[in-house]
C-alpha cells in the first residue's frame, strides 16, 4: 500500500522525498534550505576566487589559489550530499552516502594538509612549495581514501546488490559507517598535528593562515567526535541517524566556509610585505669579522697590529674591515728656503747662429 502524501507534499510525489516538503518533519526542511544556502555561497566563492586571481600580488598566496578552489569543490559536494540523506536511504542513495561522505571529506582535509605543509615552509623562511606540489600533495592524500571507498562499496553491494545497504540493521550499518571513516580521521589527527607547527617561526606574517586551519580542524574534529558518538550509541534510535548525519554534514560545511574560506578572501589580496620573507642578499651583506689567531705565526693578530696606536689616537675602526687597522700617515714637513736659478737660454745650442755674434 502507497504511503499516504503529506498535506504539504503533492499526492503524485514519490515517498522518498516526503521529508524535503513534509511540515512535521521539519529538520528536513531546515537543513534543505541551510545546505542549498551553503551550496549557493561556495559557487560565488569559486567565482570570485576566478575573478581576483589576477589581483593577487603574493606570489605565495597565488600558488595556493587551486588548492583553495579544489576545497571549495568539496564543500559544494558536502552540501549537495546533505540532500542524499534527508531523502530516505534506499538501493540508490546506499551507496552515494557511503562513497561520497569520506571522499569528499578527505578531499577537503588533503587541501588543507597541503597547504599547511606550505605554512611551515613559510613560516621558517624556506622557499614555499609549487603550485603543482601543493595540488599533487592534496589530490595524493584524497586518492587513498577513493580506493577504500570502491572496494568497500563493491564487496559490500557484491557488484549488483545495491540494496544491501537499507538491509543492513541500523548498528552494523553505522558501525560499517564509521569504520569507514578511519583514514579520515587520521587526515584530521595530521591536519591539526601539521597547522600548529605553524606557530613556531620567525616570520609571523603566515600564522594567520595557519591559525585559520588550526581553528577549523579543530571544530571538526569536535563535530565529528558528536555526530560519531550519537551515532554509536543505542539512545537516541535508528530514527534520528539521517538527522544526525545530516546536520554533520551541514555544520561542517559552515564551518569551511566561516572559519577558513572567508578569513583567507580577506587575507587574499593584501599587498606583498617584505616582513614575510627573508632578506635575499643576506649571505652578501658585509659582517664584522671576528679576529683569529695563529698558531704560529701571530704577526696578524689584532693585539699586535694595535699595539703602539693607542696613545697617539691615530687608529680608527671600520666596522666592516678585516682586522687590519687604518691609521693616519704623517708626512715629512719641508722647512728649506728655495733659491734662484739663472734660466739657460734654450737657442743656446743652435748650430745655425754665426760665430762672433
Given at each position: 500500500?502507497?504511503a499516504t502524501?503529506?498535506?504539504?507534499?503533492?499526492s503524485s510525489?514519490?515517498?522518498?522525498?516526503?521529508?524535503?516538503?513534509?511540515?512535521?518533519?521539519?529538520?528536513?526542511?531546515?537543513?534543505?534550505?541551510?545546505?542549498?544556502?551553503?551550496?549557493?555561497?561556495?559557487?560565488?566563492?569559486?567565482?570570485?576566487?576566478?575573478?581576483?586571481?589576477?589581483?593577487?600580488?603574493?606570489?605565495?598566496?597565488?600558488?595556493?589559489?587551486?588548492?583553495?578552489?579544489?576545497?571549495?569543490?568539496?564543500?559544494?559536494?558536502?552540501?549537495?550530499?546533505?540532500?542524499?540523506?534527508?531523502?530516505?536511504?534506499?538501493?540508490?542513495?546506499?551507496?552515494?552516502?557511503?562513497?561520497?561522505?569520506?571522499?569528499?571529506?578527505?578531499?577537503?582535509?588533503?587541501?588543507?594538509?597541503?597547504?599547511?605543509?606550505?605554512?611551515?615552509?613559510?613560516?621558517?623562511?624556506?622557499?614555499?612549495?609549487?603550485?603543482?606540489?601543493?595540488?599533487?600533495?592534496?589530490?595524493?592524500?584524497?586518492?587513498?581514501?577513493?580506493?577504500?571507498?570502491?572496494?568497500?562499496?563493491?564487496?559490500?553491494?557484491?557488484?549488483?546488490?545495491?540494496?544491501?545497504?537499507?538491509?543492513?540493521?541500523?548498528?552494523?550499518?553505522?558501525?560499517?559507517?564509521?569504520?569507514?571513516?578511519?583514514?579520515?580521521?587520521?587526515?584530521?589527527?595530521?591536519?591539526?598535528?601539521?597547522?600548529?607547527?605553524?606557530?613556531?617561526?620567525?616570520?609571523?606574517?603566515?600564522?594567520?593562515?595557519?591559525?585559520?586551519?588550526?581553528?577549523?580542524?579543530?571544530?571538526?574534529?569536535?563535530?565529528?567526535?558528536?555526530?560519531?558518538?550519537?551515532?554509536?550509541?543505542?539512545?537516541?534510535?535508528?530514527?534520528?541517524?539521517?538527522?544526525?548525519?545530516?546536520?554533520?554534514?551541514?555544520?561542517?560545511?559552515?564551518?569551511?566556509?566561516?572559519?577558513?574560506?572567508?578569513?583567507?578572501?580577506?587575507?587574499?589580496?593584501?599587498?606583498?610585505?617584505?616582513?614575510?620573507?627573508?632578506?635575499?642578499?643576506?649571505?652578501?651583506?658585509?659582517?664584522?669579522?671576528?679576529?683569529?689567531?695563529?698558531?704560529?705565526?701571530?704577526?696578524?693578530?689584532?693585539?699586535?697590529?694595535?699595539?703602539?696606536?693607542?696613545?697617539?689616537?691615530?687608529?680608527?675602526?671600520?666596522?666592516?674591515?678585516?682586522?687590519?687597522?687604518?691609521?693616519?700617515?704623517?708626512?715629512?714637513?719641508?722647512?728649506?728656503?728655495?733659491?734662484?736659478h739663472s734660466?739657460?737660454?734654450?737657442?743656446?745650442?743652435?748650430?745655425?747662429?754665426?760665430?762672433?755674434?
Amino acid at each position: 500500500m502507497a504511503a499516504t502524501a503529506p498535506r504539504t507534499c503533492r499526492s503524485s510525489l514519490d515517498p522518498r522525498y516526503f521529508r524535503l516538503c513534509d511540515t512535521t518533519e521539519i529538520w528536513g526542511i531546515v537543513l534543505e534550505a541551510v545546505a542549498a544556502f551553503g551550496a549557493v555561497t561556495s559557487v560565488a566563492f569559486m567565482l570570485a576566487l576566478l575573478i581576483l586571481i589576477y589581483k593577487v600580488q603574493d606570489s605565495s598566496r597565488r600558488r595556493v589559489l587551486p588548492t583553495q578552489f579544489l576545497f571549495l569543490l568539496g564543500v559544494l559536494g558536502i552540501f549537495g550530499l546533505t540532500f542524499a540523506f534527508i531523502i530516505r536511504l534506499d538501493g540508490g542513495t546506499g551507496p552515494t552516502r557511503f562513497f561520497l561522505f569520506g571522499i569528499l571529506f578527505s578531499l577537503c582535509f588533503s587541501c588543507l594538509l597541503a597547504h599547511a605543509f606550505n605554512l611551515t615552509r613559510l613560516v621558517r623562511g624556506k622557499k614555499p612549495l609549487s603550485l603543482l606540489m601543493m595540488l599533487g600533495l592534496a589530490v595524493a592524500f584524497s586518492l587513498v581514501q577513493d580506493v577504500i571507498a570502491i572496494e568497500f562499496v563493491i564487496l559490500t553491494m557484491n557488484r549488483t546488490n545495491v540494496e544491501i545497504f537499507s538491509e543492513l540493521s541500523a548498528p552494523r550499518r553505522n558501525e560499517d559507517f564509521v569504520m569507514l571513516l578511519i583514514y579520515v580521521l587520521l587526515l584530521m589527527a595530521l591536519t591539526l598535528l601539521t597547522s600548529s607547527f605553524t606557530f613556531c617561526g620567525a616570520f609571523s606574517g603566515w600564522k594567520r593562515h595557519g591559525a585559520h586551519i588550526y581553528l577549523t580542524t579543530l571544530l571538526s574534529i569536535t563535530i565529528w567526535v558528536a555526530w560519531i558518538t550519537l551515532l554509536l550509541i543505542p539512545t537516541p534510535g535508528s530514527d534520528w541517524d539521517d538527522t544526525i548525519l545530516s546536520s554533520a554534514l551541514v555544520a561542517n560545511g559552515w564551518v569551511f566556509l566561516l572559519v577558513y574560506v572567508v578569513p583567507e578572501f580577506q587575507l587574499l589580496t593584501r599587498q606583498h610585505n617584505p616582513m614575510d620573507y627573508p632578506v635575499e642578499d643576506a649571505l652578501c651583506k658585509p659582517q664584522l669579522m671576528k679576529q683569529s689567531y695563529g698558531v704560529e705565526n701571530r704577526a696578524y693578530s689584532q693585539e699586535e697590529i694595535t699595539q703602539g696606536f693607542e696613545d697617539t689616537g691615530d687608529t680608527f675602526y671600520a666596522p666592516y674591515s678585516t682586522h687590519f687597522q687604518l691609521q693616519n700617515r704623517t708626512l715629512q714637513k719641508d722647512f728649506s728656503i728655495p733659491r734662484a736659478h739663472s734660466q739657460v737660454s734654450p737657442y743656446s745650442d743652435y748650430e745655425g747662429r754665426k760665430e762672433g755674434n
